[in-house]
């Protein structure tokens, strides 16, 4: 039983609650009996997920806090009386590294782009002088990618254009080649045993793995090696992959599983851009480890150098 000093008529209660209600989807409510002028109500109160299954914000007695990413405190990118406008729908891939909504060519709007005469596209990242069509110019900037510019770049007239600004480890047509994938969460390229070619890991012989990680000799019995590959469970590499020379190898075919017992799945990681951690960073057991520059629950923000 909760008692509400400040109390509000039962009709204006139920209003601000169903304004938080009707913008939602999916929702976990749990019920509060609260005292109203002598009498007890049911009101459906708890903390739970505002704006659907986006989870951007927290409902309480009908009223959203958004989740603000925005680093400083201020007002940031998510906001509106049911969290509905997300500006970061407002920002093309490359405009991470800036404060520019709209491609720097327009303004945002509740997450929509109001294009400048002269551009246009979904994000205002197509010039009308360009010959060819926005989606020309898209398709050209994908190649084999589902992303423009692999989600590395800026893409202007079917020209791609790497980002971050200054960063030599990401290079290709269409920004195809990023060796910070050649990279452990400790900085060491391809485990010291190897060469990083546009991100991935030739290794020397007698090394293999994604990244040269595995020696190819062993000295260790089979039961030796067994035994340093059983989680707490007593299951060999969590059911997910084999044992070598007392490390376990997840199996290649399901690429997000991960983690010293193969315990862990990528999947679980945050998303922007369609991308595990934004490209930005390294998903380690859930969780998105970021390169330097950058933060955010997926690596989405970028704090490093300002854009030229």
């Excluded at 609650?17 to 009498?39: P, Y």
């Excluded at 060469?195 to 890991?201: E, K, L, M, T, V």
């Excluded at 067994?226 to 376990?248: A, M």
Aim: aromatic share 6%; glycine share 12%.
């Amino acid at each position: 039983m909760v008692n509400i000093v400040s109390v509000m008529t039962e009709s204006a209660l139920m209003k601000k609650q169903e304004r938080c209600v009707q913008a939602m989807a999916s929702v976990t409510v749990e019920t509060v009996t609260v005292r109203l002028v002598g009498m007890a109500i049911n009101v459906n109160s708890s903390v739970t997920s505002c704006h659907g299954r986006s989870r951007k914000g927290t409902c309480v007695c009908g009223e959203c806090t958004c989740h603000d990413v925005d680093p400083t405190g201020d007002w940031g990118d998510i906001h509106g009386d049911t969290c509905e406008c997300d500006e970061r729908n407002c920002k093309a891939v490359y405009d991470r590294y800036s404060d520019d909504f709209c491609s720097g060519h327009g303004q945002c709007n509740c997450g929509r782009c109001d294009c400048k005469p002269g551009w246009t596209g979904k994000k205002c990242e197509h010039p009308l002088s360009c010959p060819m069509s926005a989606e020309e110019s898209i398709r050209k900037c994908q190649g084999s990618s589902p992303l423009a510019c692999s989600g590395r770049g800026k893409c202007e007239c079917g020209q791609c254009t790497c980002f971050p600004p200054g960063e030599s480890k990401i290079y290709g047509k269409i920004c195809e080649c990023d060796d910070r994938q050649c990279e452990d969460i400790d900085g060491n390229i391809c485990s010291g045993h190897g060469i990083c070619s546009c991100g991935r890991c030739i290794c020397q012989d007698g090394w293999f793995g994604k990244l040269c990680q595995h020696p190819r000799k062993c000295n260790m019995t089979e039961s030796e090696s067994k035994s340093f590959c059983e989680s707490v469970d007593g299951i060999l590499c969590s059911g997910k992959g084999s044992c070598h020379c007392g490390k376990c190898i997840c199996s290649p075919q399901e690429w997000y599983i991960t983690g010293e017992f193969c315990e862990c799945d990528d999947r679980d990681c945050d998303k922007h851009d369609g991308l595990i951690c934004t490209g930005n960073g390294i998903c380690n057991c859930g969780n998105c480890e970021c390169w330097e520059g950058w933060t955010g629950n997926a690596c989405e923000i970028w704090l490093g150098v300002e854009y030229p």
